[in-house]
């Protein structure tokens, strides 16, 4: 199984890593980075006038390898397209608990904004 989380969502569910670890479940987790709980931020943007990234943290960064390998979960970090493709394979070849951290761009346009049409 693999599950895709950005880092903020992860962060409001960190302890289903935990879980994982905790009942040996050969879940791969995919984080993609971008320090910011992104869709609180763009609601708070466009529903708010918050400026853009108002709940971001790149000024306290989560180290989410350290976190895993804290919890007992094996982890590594992978930034480039090759890197994802062989760290998410390894990782779904072995029958432990995994996660696999993507850095992103914080710029990039968030869910909110295709399932919105933009």
């Given amino acids: 199984m693999v599950a895709l989380a950005g880092d903020g ?5 960190i302890h289903e890593l935990h879980t994982a670890a905790a009942e040996s479940l050969p879940v791969t987790t995919v984080v993609f980075r971008n320090e910011d709980y992104a869709i609180i931020s ?33 982890a590594t970090r992978a930034a480039t397209p090759e890197e994802v493709r062989e760290a998410v394979a390894d990782a779904v070849e072995a029958d432990e608990p995994r996660l696999v951290e993507v850095p992103t761009d914080p710029a990039e346009p968030q869910a909110s904004d295709y399932l919105s049409g933009k």
């Fill in 9 to 13: 969502g992860l962060m409001m569910a």
């Fill in 42 to 74: 763009d609601g708070a943007e466009r529903d708010h006038g918050l400026p853009p990234g108002s709940y971001a943290w790149g000024d306290a960064p989560i180290d989410f390898v350290a976190l895993a390998e804290s919890m007992g979960v094996a």
